[in-house]
Each structure stands twice: as structure tokens, then as C-alpha cells.
Nanobody
Framework: VQLQASGGGLVQAGGSLRLSCVASGSRFSIKIMGWYRQAPGKQRELVATISSDGRTNYGDSVKGRFTISRDNAANTVYLQMNSLKHEDAAVYYC???????????WGKGTQVTVSS
């Protein structure tokens, strides 16, 4: 499975960005897709995941501000990020668990920078 993320960039605090990630190389609808992020000097952390049947899970720091969604037919996952804060600045990585068995695939990451 190959993952290609896009949509990162520079945004002012309080603004919005939408990330997209397209998965290729899977013959089936990927069981779980999601986003993680890693800021300089910090560990990679969960942002949000979504299963093929629409169940979502969010990291505490983004609940109420970020929304994850997906297009199963296109094996694409989206992350709508609203009310961005400086602490949201990080490299965002797309993640896929093809069969829901804990074998993860990672994209290369897309940078999100939040300015004052």
C-alpha cells in the first residue's frame, strides 16, 4: 500500500486546512485509515482514525476542531482542520491499516505550519 498525502501548508492561527491522502496498491477498501502527527522534539501522536464502516477516533487535543472523513471507493481519507492553533504545527502522516490487524503503512508526511 502506498500513501500520498497533500494539503499541508502555512495557515494563520484560527484558520483552516484540509488534508487529503490517497491510498493505492490495495485491492480492497482499507480497513482503517488515519492521521498522525509529529512536532519537532515530540513523539508521533494520534490525530484521528476512521474505519471503513465510518467509526472515528480522535486524539484529545483535536476533538471538536478536526474532522476525519473518507471515500471508501477511492481509498481516500480527509482531515478537515479548523480553529488551528500553534500547537497543531507538525508533520502530518497518513496511515493505513489494510486489514485492521495492526500492520501499518505510512505516507511521507505533509507539513502544517501555523503562524501568528
Amino acid at each position: 500500500v502506498q500513501l500520498q498525502a497533500s494539503g499541508g501548508g502555512l495557515v494563520q492561527a484560527g484558520g483552516s486546512l484540509r488534508l487529503s491522502c490517497v491510498a493505492s496498491g490495495s485491492r480492497f477498501s482499507i480497513k482503517i485509515m488515519g492521521w498522525y502527527r509529529q512536532a519537532p522534539g515530540k513523539q508521533r501522536e494520534l490525530v484521528a482514525t476512521i474505519s471503513s464502516d465510518g467509526r472515528t477516533n480522535y486524539g484529545d487535543s483535536v476533538k471538536g476542531r478536526f474532522t476525519i472523513s473518507r471515500d471508501n471507493a477511492a481509498n481516500t481519507v480527509y482531515l478537515q482542520m479548523n480553529s488551528l492553533k500553534h500547537e497543531d504545527a507538525a508533520v502530518y502522516y497518513c496511515n493505513a491499516d489494510e486489514y485492521g490487524l495492526g500492520r501499518f503503512y505510512w505516507g511521507k508526511g505533509t507539513q502544517v505550519t501555523v503562524s501568528s
